[in-house]
């Protein structure tokens, strides 16, 4: 019994012992773009291992516009996390006006996001989706918005509902 406490113990510390980059960060690999778009608002990704042409996003997808300091943000995190574990919509973060990119991503992994991050911190897409937060975009294979949700997700069910009739996704 000694001896699995102290293994047990020892375990914990070397898992807390591990630097934050241990810890798998989202990818922005997996983003589909159009390669043919090569203007637009260029921005990073959150774990700074890429650039992406915003415009040149292609879905079908759901592109989700955050802050950490969004009260509302926070609420509909769970219900994005519930419709990413499907595997079956592309989710996009665009984390806007943050203080930097590591607290963006500290708070992308203390919350589950599996999904791949952009950087907007210095909100070069306000005239797209605007300066409040949370702002969520359906976006087609064709890359053009079908719907736009101005404020937070208040259950899963209201993702299904806008995937199935604006995407043609089942979730």
Known sequence: MRIRSALALVLVLLFNALPASAVTAPTCKTIATNPEVKKGILLNCLDGKGK??????RGPALI??????????RQEIPFLVQAAK???????GVDASEKSDAAGMKFVMSHDMSWPQLSDIKNKTKGIFGLGVP????????GKNVYEKIGPFKSYSE??????DFLGVKI
């Open 159 to 164: 993702i299904q509902k806008a995937a199935k």
């Open 86 to 92: 499907t595997g079956k919509i592309q989710i996009i």
């Open 52 to 57: 992406f042409i915003f415009e040149a996003i």
């Open 135 to 142: 702002v969520t975009r359906f976006i087609d294979v064709d």
């Open 64 to 73: 989700n516009v955050w802050g950490s300091w969004c009260y509302p943000c």
